[in-house]
C-alpha cells in the first residue's frame, strides 16, 4: 500500500506570495492533519480535515487555511507569505480518528520563503 | 498551559547499548501519549500509542512506559543500532473534543559503531 504523499517536495517562494501543499494520503484513510516543524518551535499543529470538514484547529493565523477534497486528498495554503513561514510542513493522515488511530507521515514539503 | 518537556536535549551512545529518553508533561485532561521516531529529512513513525489505563507498550527493541500520577513517560531503547540514530518526539493529546496534540522537542539520538 502507498504511503503519504506530498507535493513538492521542496519550495521557494518570496515574502508576501501565496503558496499551495498538497496532501495525498494512503488509500482508505478519511483523516489528513496538517503540523509545521521548525527548529524554533518544534512541531505544532496547524488543522485536521475529516470528511471534507475541518474538525480541529490549531494556534495559527488565519493566513493559513486548508481544505479536503471527496477522495480525501488535502491541500493547504498560506497566504501572505512571511519569513517566519520558513519551514518543513507534514501531513499525516489516520483510518478515521487521529487521536485513537495510528497516524502516518508524509515526507512532508520543505519551504524557504526568501 | 499544556506542556511537554523532553530530556535528554540529545544523547550519544556506542551501537549495543541501552539508552532510556524521557518525556515529562502537564497535558489536562489526559488522552493519549505517543513515541515518534523521525529521521533526518523525513516524516515521524510512530513507535507507541498509549492510554491512560496502558503502564508500558513495546514495539520490537523499543519499550515505552507511562506513569500517569507521575505525567512521565520514557522511552527505552535495547541493544541500540546504527538505524536508531534519530530525533525522538513524545506527543500528548488532551480529552475533551479538540484533541490539540502538544509536541515535546524531541531527544536527538545518535549512535556511534
Known amino acids: 500500500k502507498a504511503g503519504v504523499t506530498q507535493t513538492p517536495r521542496y519550495l521557494i517562494k518570496t515574502r508576501g506570495q501565496q503558496v499551495t501543499l498538497s496532501c495525498s494520503p494512503i488509500?482508505?484513510?478519511?483523516?489528513v492533519s496538517w503540523y509545521q516543524q521548525t527548529p524554533g518551535q518544534g512541531l505544532q499543529f496547524l488543522f485536521e480535515y475529516f470528511s471534507e470538514t475541518q474538525r480541529n484547529k490549531g494556534n495559527f493565523p488565519g493566513r493559513f487555511s486548508g481544505r479536503q477534497f471527496s477522495n480525501s486528498r488535502s491541500e493547504m495554503n498560506v497566504s501572505t507569505l512571511e519569513l517566519g513561514d520558513s519551514a518543513l510542513y507534514l501531513c499525516a493522515s489516520s483510518l478515521v480518528d487521529r487521536n485513537l488511530n495510528e497516524q502516518f507521515f508524509g515526507p512532508g514539503t520543505r519551504l524557504t520563503v526568501l | 498551559k499544556n506542556q511537554v518537556e523532553q530530556s535528554p536535549q540529545s544523547l550519544i551512545i556506542l551501537e549495543g547499548k541501552n539508552c532510556t529518553l524521557q518525556?515529562?508533561?502537564?497535558?489536562?485532561?489526559?488522552?493519549?501519549l505517543r513515541w515518534y521516531k523521525q529521521d533526518t529529512g523525513r516524516g515521524p513513525v510512530s513507535l507507541t500509542i498509549m492510554t491512560f489505563s496502558e503502564n508500558t507498550k513495546s514495539n520490537g527493541r523499543y519499550t515505552a512506559t507511562l506513569d500517569a500520577d507521575t505525567k512521565q513517560s520514557s522511552l527505552h531503547i535495547t541493544a541500540s543500532q546504527l538505524s536508531d540514530s534519530a530525533s525522538y518526539i513524545c506527543v500528548v493529546s488532551a480529552s475533551g473534543g479538540s484533541y490539540i496534540p502538544t509536541f515535546g522537542r524531541g531527544t536527538s539520538l545518535i549512535v556511534h559503531p
Open positions: 518525556c515529562n508533561y502537564t497535558v489536562s485532561p489526559f488522552s493519549n
Open positions: 488509500s482508505g484513510h478519511r483523516s
